[in-house]
Structure formats: C-alpha cells, structure tokens
C-alpha cells in the first residue's frame, strides 16, 4: 500500500526543490528586518508566501532560541500561514570562537548551525538539547 502511496504523491518520479536552511526571522537576536513587533512579522510572513514556488523547505535559524521558529510554525498550523512552504526546520546557531585558530581578518569565530528533526517538538529541543548546553 505504501508504495502504492508514493507513486501517486509523485507521480513524475523525482522532483526538485529549493531549500534555503538559514532564514532568520525578526525574532532572531542579529537581524534587520527593524524589531520584534507584529506590523514587521506581518511583512515578513507575507514575503515568505510570496518566494517563486519552487522554494519548499526553510529552516528557521537562531542564536540559542526557537522562537522566530515557533511563531512561524503558530501561523502555519493555527493560521493557514505560509501554505506554500512544505516544511519549516528548527535550527539553532552558534559562534563558537575556540576552534577557529585561523584569523578570517575581524571574524575569528566559526559559526555552527545545528538543524533539527520536524518531529521533534520546540519544547523537547528546549529541555534535551538547549537547556543542556553551557556557554562562556
């Protein structure tokens, strides 16, 4: 039945689509979208539902937070937001400037980005992965 299921969900065989893993949203600490505030988040979103259609997959990107994520994620599930989107990931970033040891001229550090399952929900992110974490 299953692959019964997936011929017809595709039933061209393979398609490609635009994924970009590193949008920041308003929320995010270092942005300049002008603030967190609900007239700013309205453009935003509404730019997104504008993207060429063949962008399907955006991870929503931070430094040590989810929450430019979670609010996407509110207005696409509770919302109807976004439709044209097929799926939003979670992804945290950090700076990390032990490591770098080589001098990239003002910007010592390297930066990581950790991309997280859908499945996993924001709060299980919070306790098993963020609140974990000790930072320097």
């Not at 893993?21 to 309205?42: K, M, Q, R, Y």
Request: proline fraction near 4%.
């Amino acid at each position: 039945m299953k692959s019964l299921e997936r011929r017809t969900l595709y039933p061209r065989g393979s398609e490609w689509g635009k994924w970009d893993l590193h949008v920041h949203t308003p929320a995010s600490i270092i942005n300049s979208f002008g603030g967190d505030h609900n007239d700013i988040w309205e453009k935003y979103i509404t730019d997104l539902e504008a993207l060429p259609t063949e962008f399907k997959v955006l991870g929503i990107n931070d430094y040590w937070f989810l929450d430019g994520y979670e609010r996407l994620l509110k207005e696409k599930k509770e919302n109807g937001r976004l439709s044209n989107i097929d799926l939003l990931l979670p992804v945290i970033e950090f700076r990390i400037d032990q490591l770098s040891g080589v001098e990239f001229g003002k910007n010592n550090n390297i930066d990581m980005h950790v991309i997280f399952s859908n499945e996993l929900s924001p709060e299980c992110i919070k306790t098993q992965f963020l609140n974990r974490l000790n930072a320097d």
